[in-house]
């Protein structure tokens, strides 16, 4: 494995299933999209990423990058769709019945409703391998059993 720098705009690439290629891209705050695109041929032009929908953004750990895992190949400007970062949600593991809404723009959390949560990824750092399979799961059209644990209760 490669030693790398995390370096906003990169684009890395990730194998899943040990047959497709797919890609991500480092934004701003630690956090990561990943794009709806796969093949089974590795990407030479990342230009096609500038108009592929987003699967979802989340935080990854640093070692992912910084050790390797994910080959850094290329880099392209954010788009701006991509900024500002969408909002997370925080919920109380002893009391569910409290969420907070996480702005990983400013580091701001405020007091929400589970209604003003729907439809939020929760502010959470996600492994390698979790990230991978819930890729893997997406286009296997199976539910992935990280994003379960991770939906609101």
Request: glycine fraction near 4%; proline fraction near 3%; aromatic fraction near 12%.
């Amino acid at each position: 494995m490669k030693k790398q720098r995390i370096s906003k705009g990169a684009i890395l690439e990730i194998c899943i299933d040990k047959q497709y290629y797919v890609y991500a891209q480092i934004l701003e705050k630690a956090s990561y999209a990943f794009f709806d695109y796969r093949s089974k041929k590795q990407l030479k032009d990342f230009s096609i990423l500038l108009n592929s929908p987003i699967l979802f953004i989340v935080s990854v750990y640093d070692d992912v990058i910084t050790e390797g895992h994910w080959i850094k190949v290329g880099k392209l400007s954010i788009r701006n769709d991509l900024l500002p970062l969408p909002m997370k949600f925080i919920q109380d593991v002893l009391d569910i019945n409290i969420v907070e809404l996480y702005d990983p723009n400013t580091g701001e959390i405020f007091l929400a409703t589970k209604n003003d949560c729907l439809g939020l990824e929760r502010s959470a750092v996600w492994e390698a391998e979790h990230v991978e399979s819930r890729i893997s799961d997406f286009y296997n059209g199976k539910k992935n059993i990280w994003v379960e644990q991770l939906k609101m209760k």
